[in-house]
């Protein structure tokens, strides 16, 4: 069946380390997305990409980077310039737009300690 | 200024009874899509249904309904006979424009708690 994997489910990460969610869909879909949830926040967007080696910050990328070498994959890593990393991530694909909405994996949550 | 508001941070229902989820939006686009996605505690988001805002007829899919008021820009959710199921977290958002991939913006949430 066709969807979206992201791993680990749960992670945890010394402060000062970078560490990096893997996202990987075999939907064939053209566009890729990084969201943050924290509790009461709802989702807000990190960085998303439309293309193969091209991506676009979205409205918090600070401390966060990307890389998109390959269409099934959206790799975000976690640097230690994300003063507040602890949050549930979640990634999505798409299709181009109109009535189609994302297709979102089930999450990782990172935990700094 | 919030581009999608959900003003109900929490709601309770009694299984079998509708339930209506506010949403509000604030865009300058004509064309645009509004979204409602459910997240149970397991973290996954679901898509349950679309709304353009050039379709002149709210959408339904079966349970979910959305209705649709352009003038006062608001598109609430009616679940019609709640199930213990349907408790989760409840997230409106909205594609403005009609570039193929432009992105979504999502509102805050709203907890929807359906009792026995």
């Known amino acids: 069946d066709g969807g979206i994997t992201q791993s680990p489910k749960y992670l945890f990460r010394k402060e000062g380390q970078n560490v990096t969610l893997s996202c990987e869909q075999n939907l064939n879909h053209d566009a890729m997305y990084w969201y943050r949830q924290d509790p009461g926040q709802g989702l807000r967007l990190i960085y998303y990409?439309?293309?193969?080696?091209?991506?676009q910050k979205g409205d918090i990328a600070e401390g966060y980077s990307v890389s998109r070498e390959k269409k099934e994959s959206f790799p975000l890593t976690v640097t230690s310039a994300q003063k507040n990393p602890t949050a549930f991530y979640l990634c999505?694909?798409?299709?181009?737009?109109?009535?189609?909405?994302?297709?979102f994996g089930s999450g990782t949550r990172l935990t700094v300690v | 200024a919030q581009k999608i508001t959900q003003t109900q941070p929490g709601m309770f229902v009694q299984e079998k009874e509708a339930v209506t989820l506010d949403c509000t939006y604030d865009t300058s686009d004509q064309s645009y899509g509004l979204f409602w996605y459910k997240q149970p505690s397991s973290g996954e988001m679901i898509f349950l249904i679309y709304?353009?805002?050039?379709?002149?007829q709210n959408a339904t899919e079966g349970r979910y309904s959305l209705n649709f008021q352009k003038a006062r820009k608001s598109a609430n959710l009616v679940i019609s006979a709640s199930q213990l199921g349907d408790s989760a977290m409840y997230f409106c958002a909205m594609r403005e424009g009609r570039s193929g991939y432009s992105t979504l913006t999502f509102g805050k949430g709203t907890m929807l708690l359906v009792s026995p």
């Open positions: 999505a694909s798409s299709i181009q737009g109109g009535s189609y909405g994302y297709t």
């Open positions: 709304q353009g805002s050039y379709d002149e």
């Open positions: 990409s439309q293309i193969v080696n091209d991506f």
